[in-house]
Every structure is written in structure tokens, then in C-alpha cells.
């Protein structure tokens, strides 16, 4: 259920299952899930696909959800005998699903919070049917878990509204899929991130999470090294220093803290440059912000990660004007 998923991402539980994913195959495949609900409206779906695919790795069933709710929302909200737009675009580094419908638009003061937990759309929009849950906040987080992000436009009551999805592709490899879509002006859209095959080495016990989070950076252009825990985090970066190191701090043995120490000792024994490090925990308190960068790290993140967010920490840290000064 929506609730139970929203729960597992809130505790960082929610794991994906990663394939290669033709997206064409998947789109008509939940338009074809939904034809006795569109049947039902009278609705007219189309689907039109244009540039050339790239490789997707993905969770298949997760994206389905993703769609899914995009559809379900989209004819739940359209005037009988409208039109249901779908818009699959293929860029060189990222694909884009747009969900376009002719009903009943959005209050452009409601648009900054569409994506809340249990927004209730009936408060701002007028819309007849009542609020939009968890479905919304949903496809928001699971978009963000592949790495991509999910963004709303409307002209306003009705106007219909567009729904738009961002996945980051994999290029240059051989693609698994053969086949419109343009911002508008007025779009609120955040761009993925390019890391600019920036060295990072990841740090994390958890398979699932460190596949995950590997999958992300390299996604957004990075050059990723994966260590399960501390000493193969320190010989991977005595093999070759990396420009950013990501760690979790709650590993079995040696933690996080033990790893930042031992390599801020190793850095002031040889006057070696400083390597920017970014702490993953779950914990989010004022104490353990202070905590993680008493031991040596630059900066905190808690989980569930914003991929977004941290991308953006990357980056900053990764640039010699961004970084800490070190104490």
C-alpha cells in the first residue's frame, strides 16, 4: 500500500530492484492496465515517443507505481471524452514521461505543495474529488530513488495539468529499446545535476543501499568505487584518492568516525590535501550534526536522502571555493 511504502522510505527500507527497463514497452503496457478506466471516461489516450534510448536501469515495478499514479490521477481529474496526453522523450543523458490531461487544472498556489503528504487539492482547487493522499509524495520519492526527479505545471483552473517526470540514462552503452516534449516557459523544473566525472568513493554496509546510491552517482556522471566498510574504504583510497568520499557512519566494526579519523590523521601526518567527506546517518539532531564534523567530516547528511540535495552537497564540496575550511 501507499502507506507501508511511504513508511519503508521514511526508514530507508525501501529497496529497488534494478533491471534494464525499455520504457516504451512500459508506458503502453500501464496505459493498456488502465483502458477500462479511460473506456470509462470516453477518454482518448495517446501515447507519442521521440529520440533515440538510452540504457535504463531501474526497479520495472516501482516505475509501473510511478505511472500508475500519474494515469490514475490524470483520468481521475479529467472532464468526460477529454484527451490523456503521454509525451516519452529520450535524451542523451536523461528520459522524460510526461502525463498531460484537459480537466480540471491546478491553482497555481497549490502547485508548491502538490507533492505534500495528504495535500488536500479539494482546499486549493476546487478540484470535486477530494485530496490526493499519498500518491503524489509517492512518485515524488520513488522518482528521486532512481535518481531523477517529478515536476507539476498547470496554467490553472481549467487548464488541464502536466506531470513530468526525470530519469537519468546510462549513455553510451548499447540501447535495449527503439522509438514530444518541451518545457514550458513557466515550468518549474530542476535539472539534473551533472557530477562531472568527479571520483567518489561510497561507504556503506548495506548492499541494497550502496547499490542504490552507486547506481545515482554514476548516473549523474561520476566515476564510483564501492567499499562495504572501513578498510576496504581505506584501500581504495590509498589505491587512488578519490575527489569526494560519501560514507555512512553506523557500520559493524569500525564506523564512519573510526574511517574519517584514521584518514584526517593519515592526511596532517603526510601535509596532504584535504579530502572533502559527506556523513550519511539516520540520525538528523543538532548533536549529531556537531558530532560528525568534530570527528572530521565536512558535512552531515541524515536519511532518507533528498538525491537532489545531496548531488547539489557533491558538487559544492567537491569545488575548492566550496568547501569547509577546515578547523
Not at 500519474?70 to 542523451?92: C, I, M, Q, W, Y
Not at 486549493?124 to 520519492?141: D, K, M, P, W, Y
Not at 558535512?299 to 566550496?322: E, Q
Request: glycine share 8%; hydrophobic share 45%; aromatic share 4%.
Amino acid at each position: 500500500s501507499d502507506m507501508l511504502d511511504m513508511s519503508r522510505m521514511d526508514l530507508g527500507k525501501l529497496h529497488l530492484e534494478l533491471e534494464p527497463v525499455d520504457l516504451t514497452e512500459l508506458v503502453r503496457d500501464s496505459l493498456d492496465v488502465l483502458e477500462s478506466l479511460l473506456r470509462e471516461k470516453s477518454l482518448q489516450p495517446s501515447l507519442e515517443v521521440s529520440g533515440t534510448p538510452q540504457p535504463l536501469m531501474a526497479d520495472r515495478a516501482r516505475l509501473q507505481q510511478v505511472l500508475w499514479n500519474l494515469l490514475t490521477n490524470a483520468v481521475k481529474f479529467s472532464e468526460p471524452g477529454g484527451r490523456l496526453t503521454v509525451l516519452l522523450r529520450h535524451g542523451d543523458t536523461a528520459a522524460t514521461i510526461t502525463v498531460r490531461d484537459e480537466g480540471q487544472g491546478i491553482k497555481p498556489e497549490f502547485l508548491p505543495h502538490l507533492f505534500d503528504r495528504f495535500s488536500q487539492s479539494d482546499a486549493a482547487t476546487n478540484r470535486r474529488h477530494g485530496g490526493l493522499g499519498l500518491g503524489l509524495s509517492i512518485v515524488q520519492q520513488l522518482a528521486e530513488l532512481h535518481g531523477g526527479s517529478v515536476t507539476a505545471h498547470s496554467e490553472g483552473l481549467g487548464h488541464g495539468a502536466a506531470f513530468v517526470v526525470t530519469l537519468p540514462t546510462r549513455r553510451g552503452q548499447p540501447a535495449a529499446v527503439a522509438p514530444l516534449f518541451s518545457d514550458s516557459e513557466q515550468a518549474r523544473h530542476i535539472e539534473p545535476l551533472n557530477l562531472a566525472h568527479l571520483a567518489i568513493v561510497v561507504v556503506e554496509d548495506d548492499a541494497d543501499a550502496r547499490e542504490i546510491l552507486g547506481m545515482i552517482l554514476q548516473n549523474h556522471g561520476a566515476a564510483v568505487r564501492l567499499a562495504t566498510g572501513y578498510e576496504q574504504a581505506l584501500a581504495l583510497i590509498d589505491e587512488a584518492m578519490p575527489d569526494v568520499l560519501v560514507s555512512d557512519i553506523g557500520m559493524p566494526g569500525k564506523d564512519g568516525y573510526d574511517l574519517i579519523r584514521e584518514i584526517r590523521q593519515r592526511e596532517q601526518a603526510a601535509g596532504a590535501p584535504r579530502l572533502p567527506a559527506i556523513a550519511l546517518t539516520a540520525f538528523a539532531r543538532a548533536q549529531d550534526v556537531d558530532t560528525a564534523i568534530a570527528h572530521g567530516f565536512d558535512v552531515h547528511c541524515a536519511k532518507p536522502l533528498r538525491v537532489h540535495d545531496l548531488l547539489a552537497t557533491i558538487l559544492r564540496i567537491a569545488d575548492p571555493a566550496g568547501r569547509p575550511t577546515p578547523v
